[in-house]
């Protein structure tokens, strides 16, 4: 690596890992709290990982580099190994007793808010192994929505392409300061997760339930306290809170700052807004008629159930209410069509997104009108915005080497001895970062516990490959990039 891109990155990266080494003391705390005996494993691992991070920082810092796109695609893939590495080692210490393979994994999946999981017996866990998954998550959740929103646009590889986009005003950016906007979106993000919380609270969760699942919520990341989920609470209640959530999640965060600090309902008019609705009400509607006419389950109860569990699909945050593949084949079909989607740019939640499909959209109408009049001109739009063909580029790019990457890690999974439907569901539940797949073994009643080693990897990197957005990662694969 060029010495001027080391030294930075170095510095950045042990930042970071000073962070979250600060982070480890709560969960150290919470056990503490409880009685538990893990809280030394939390104390040890969290200035073991701030001494060594303090080190490389004082040895490393310097005057601040400008900022290229060279370093922002190594400085992007270095934090979130940095992240995962140092989040797998307390669980390698603590209570399930997983290898580095699992709790990497496990590690992994809380920081990209995928939500799979390879701990069985949550319901007897330490409080503080509890909390520090959740941590991931909601921490993950925030490095996310700064990566889509200011970083990955930047780069040109991934969220809107300019900021304006984010918007629906294109004259008008929220607010003419960086650190004015990320104060305000760390305020609504917290205050999402503090209202998540409270209405989980007063809908019949116990208090130490409702900190755990608002964060995860939130952070469209999908860990629960229990191996059934939301099965455990048999309430339909908590499943309509859960899925009210969920969606305002999967909203740009970016829209909801114009919206909430300046009131401005113009700004709701995003497109990906509407797409997103029109095919999480489609598919949620559909499956509950379906689910009601073939199983004869009241309609009510199948609404509950179809809006928490496709909510939760469409939203990548991976909840579950029950198995919702015994309702029939139909439900299971829209269950894997639902793990591509995603929700909005800009949001916690991962899939292909649904910007992107405007876009794809827009070319495709386009395309077929220039058939019909080959002289006329069309634009691609988005909205009232005109799309460059650089964007154009990117997200045909992006839906390429994802389907590519889906085929290739099938394959894979089928190489380390998993049949079609797990290999398939296991790397697209991955790599749109969703949480349960379909199937016996990690279907929404089923986890990741028995998958054998190099699959855990093979799927940590799915995971990796999905939350970067693809392109950030493959970028460095290329010789070119290293070239001065």
């Given amino acids: 690596m060029n010495a001027s891109l080391f030294r ?42 701030g001494g060594i991070s303090l080190m490389a920082a004082l040895a490393t810092r310097g005057t601040p580099p400008t900022f290229t796109k060279k ?30 393979a699992q709790a990497l994994f496990e590690s992994i999946s809380g920081i990209t808010t995928t939500g799979s999981t390879v701990i ?22 925030i490095g996310i929505v700064a990566l889509g929103l200011f970083v990955l646009p930047f780069l040109r590889v991934g969220g809107m392409s300019f900021f304006k986009m984010e918007s629906s005003d294109t004259n008008d950016k929220p607010f003419a300061r960086l650190a004015t906007f990320t104060r305000a979106f760390i305020a609504i993000y917290v205050g999402i997760t ?47 809170v ?34 997103f609705l029109g095919y999480l009400l489609t598919i949620a509607v559909s499956v509950a008629i379906y689910h009601h006419l073939r199983n004869g389950t009241p309609m009510g109860e199948a609404l509950a159930h179809s809006f928490f569990n496709f909510t939760s699909l469409i939203s990548t945050a991976g909840f579950t209410s029950l198995d919702y593949t015994l309702w029939g084949p139909y439900a299971t079909m829209a269950a894997l069509f639902a793990t591509f989607l995603g929700g909005c740019s800009g949001s916690t939640a991962g899939g292909i997104k649904a910007y992107r499909f405007v876009i794809i959209f827009s070319v495709i109408s386009t395309g077929l009108k220039r058939l019909i009049y080959p ?12 799309v460059d063909q650089e964007t154009v580029r990117v997200v045909f790019l992006f839906f390429s080497a994802y389907i590519l990457l889906w085929v290739l890690g099938s394959i894979g ?63 460095l694969l290329m010789p070119i990039f290293w070239r001065s």
């Fill in 120 to 141: 069985v017996g949550l319901d007897q866990m330490p409080q503080g192994l509890l909390i520090w998954r959740s941590l991931l998550c909601w921490l993950g959740g």
């Fill in 375 to 386: 002289n006329a001109v069309y634009s691609v739009r988005y909205g009232r915005q005109t």
């Fill in 413 to 475: 999974m089928t190489l380390f001895g998993y049949d079609i439907e797990t290999a398939m569901s296991a790397v697209v539940t991955c790599l749109s970062n969703v949480g349960p797949g379909i199937g016996p073994i990690i279907g929404p009643v089923g986890n990741f516990s028995t998958m054998n080693e190099p699959a855990l990897y093979l799927l940590s990197l799915m995971m990796l490959l999905g939350r970067l957005e693809v392109l950030s990662v493959l970028v």
């Fill in 8 to 49: 930075p990155i170095v510095y950045i990266a042990a930042l970071c890992g000073l962070y979250l080494s600060t982070a480890m003391l709560i969960p150290a705390m919470v056990d503490l709290y409880y009685g538990r005996s893990d809280w030394r494993i939390f104390a040890t691992c969290a200035f073991m990982v």
């Fill in 194 to 240: 503090a209202a998540a919380a409270i209405s989980y609270d007063f809908a019949g969760m116990s208090h130490f339930d409702a900190i755990n699942h608002a964060m995860t919520t939130v952070a469209t990341a999908g860990y629960s306290t229990h191996d059934a989920s939301f099965g455990f609470f048999q309430s339909n209640t908590l499943l309509w």
């Fill in 71 to 100: 370093l922002g695609f190594v400085l992007v893939n270095v934090l979130w190994a940095v992240f995962s590495v140092v989040g797998a080692i307390p669980l390698m210490f603590s209570g399930p007793g997983l290898t580095f």
């Fill in 242 to 275: 859960s899925t009210l959530f969920m969606t305002i999640s999967c909203l740009p965060f970016s829209i909801l700052i114009v919206f909430v600090v300046r009131g401005r309902l113009d700004s709701l008019r995003d497109p990906q807004i509407g797409v």
